[in-house]
């Protein structure tokens, strides 16, 4: 998928920055949790629909930030993750 060229245009350096920072975020998040007994995260799942899961969500947001961060490379030219 990959980003129209006036997006990748309009991405400054500022936010390039601020993808990595929420992908480096959402993978300290996805540590934490799993820090957390499994049978445990299983019983703090079933709290909520399979698709809203914490786990769900920190799955594919950080699946999701990854790829714009490989998306947005060469934008702004900031340092590497």
Do not use: F, Y
């Not at 129209?4 to 990595?20: G, M, N, P, S, Y």
């Amino acid at each position: 998928m990959p980003l129209e060229k006036h997006l990748i245009d309009r991405i400054t350096l500022e936010e390039r920055v601020a993808l990595i920072e929420v992908h480096h975020l959402l993978n300290k998040a996805q540590q934490a949790w799993n820090r957390i007994e499994s049978g445990k995260q299983c019983e703090l799942n079933g709290v909520h629909h399979e698709e809203s899961s914490l786990a769900h969500c920190l799955r594919w947001g950080k699946q999701a930030a990854e790829d714009l961060v490989e998306l947005a490379k060469g934008t702004g030219n900031p340092a590497q993750t």
